[in-house]
């Protein structure tokens, strides 16, 4: 059926907006356009199954998008996109088993609600490229990913809000020095456990710049946190362990903490051995 135009009566002024539906892989959602899943999309092994022009939105509508070593949703760059799950009752969408499950070329800025994101190389990736991933972000809502054999999430820019990144073999959440994460309600477990892990370390979380309430990082068979600069709330970081010792935080300047529980911290380089004295173990380390 390809793509097939339909009407809904809008909400704004009573007129009509017009939306798109896909039953079909390969599709490219023009931009200003809504499309919703009709059916799960399974697709060819390396193909990209729908992309985004300029703020296109992409309801999945509680289906599940799964391409085998592609993408699942490609936005084009400078361009505002969307992806909701949209199941009936709340239920989320799903993209699994990609390449990248959401791919954000240079500048793109990517608004996730309601979507499982499983068992892909890497979750949610911003094109590497003139520093695209330092200039894409990306605005978590609601969104559980797990299963990324490399990283988790990959973005210069992140806001979340009531995410998981749980499970994934490789990074949790990692863009490098110039990245900043900013969250609430945010759980990051049981990640890094891959033999690469093992060789390089990995982290749960690794940015440049953090600021976070409500955070819970746990289980990370790396570091818990690597960061240039933390401003924690209302948070715990405990039992991250890099080659069997805890590393809780690991953190370049002294991290500015308010009722956060932790049990390891320490600086960068030449003060890598040197705790903050943040943590519960700071003082017998």
Request: proline share 2%; aromatic share 4%; net charge negative.
């Amino acid at each position: 059926m390809g793509l097939a135009v339909i009407f809904v009566v809008g909400v704004f002024g009573g007129v009509a907006a017009a939306g798109i539906n896909i039953d079909t892989c390969g599709q490219m959602i023009p931009d200003k356009e809504v499309a919703v899943l009709t059916t799960d999309l399974h697709c060819a092994a390396g193909s990209t199954a729908v992309k985004l022009g300029s703020g296109a939105t992409l309801n999945l509508n509680g289906h599940t998008i799964d391409v085998p070593d592609g993408w699942g949703v490609w936005c084009l760059p400078a361009t505002r996109c969307s992806v909701v799950g949209g199941g009936t009752g709340g239920a989320f969408g799903e993209i699994r088993g990609a390449e990248t499950g959401v791919y954000l070329q240079s500048r793109a800025r990517a608004s996730i609600n309601s979507v499982v994101i499983r068992d892909c190389v890497t979750g949610v990736e911003a094109e590497d490229w003139r520093a695209g991933r330092v200039g894409a972000s990306a605005e978590l809502i609601n969104v559980r990913i797990t299963g990324s054999t490399g990283t988790g999430v990959r973005v210069g820019r992140v806001k979340g809000e009531n995410v998981i990144v749980t499970d994934n073999p490789g990074n949790g959440i990692a863009a490098g020095s110039t990245s900043c994460l900013e969250a609430e309600s945010l759980t990051v477990t049981r990640n890094a456990t891959s033999a690469t892990c093992d060789v390089v370390g990995c982290s749960g979380i690794d940015v440049g710049d953090l600021n976070a309430r409500g955070l819970y990082v746990s289980d990370n068979a790396g570091l818990g946190i690597h960061a240039l600069t933390a401003r924690l709330r209302s948070s715990a970081v405990v039992e991250n362990r890099r080659a069997g010792a805890l590393r809780s935080l690991v953190i370049s300047e002294a991290p500015n903490v308010r009722n956060v529980a932790c049990d390891a911290s320490f600086g960068w380089g030449s003060q890598s051995s040197v705790p903050w004295g943040v943590c519960s173990l700071d003082g017998s380390n």
